[in-house]
């Protein structure tokens, strides 16, 4: 039996600044918003069950390097580097080319957690 991944969930401290980054700039589309939590996924248009969805729960963040990094497909990283900066993100590493042929950038979000922006290298 395949597994794939569902869901992921990230405590947030506040549920409205985050949607600015993991909505408005890493363009996850929000299904609902209710109490304490955001419901984001990656494709609403898929009715196969076969997107990932994204839970932002406002709750305390408890951030650690040693946890889980979550990898967003960006189409430019360096455009989308600079919206989560100016959206309360903070660069950890600039924008570079892999060895594994990917163009990535790490960021943390508003709440310490680290994510990867990535978009293939042609």
């Known amino acids: ?3 794939r991944i569902a869901r992921v969930t990230v405590s947030v401290d506040d549920l409205a600044a985050s949607l600015a980054l993991y909505r ?18 990656t494709d609403p248009g898929d009715r196969t069950g ?14 650690g390097d040693a946890g889980v990094a979550i990898s967003f497909g960006v189409t430019d990283v360096d455009a989308a580097t600079t919206a989560a900066v100016a959206a ?8 570079a ?22 978009s293939p290298l042609g």
Request: charged share 25%; hydrophobic share 45%.
């Open 24 to 41: 408005d700039v890493l363009g996850l589309a929000e299904l609902y918003t209710a109490n304490d939590v955001a419901m984001l996924t």
């Open 50 to 63: 076969a997107e990932t969805q994204v839970l932002l729960h406002r709750r305390t963040p408890t951030p």
């Open 88 to 95: 309360g993100a903070v660069l950890v590493d600039a924008p």
């Open 1 to 3: 039996m395949a597994s």
């Open 97 to 118: 080319d892999q060895p594994w042929r990917e163009r990535q950038a790490v960021l943390r979000d508003r709440d310490g957690h680290l994510l990867c922006l990535v």
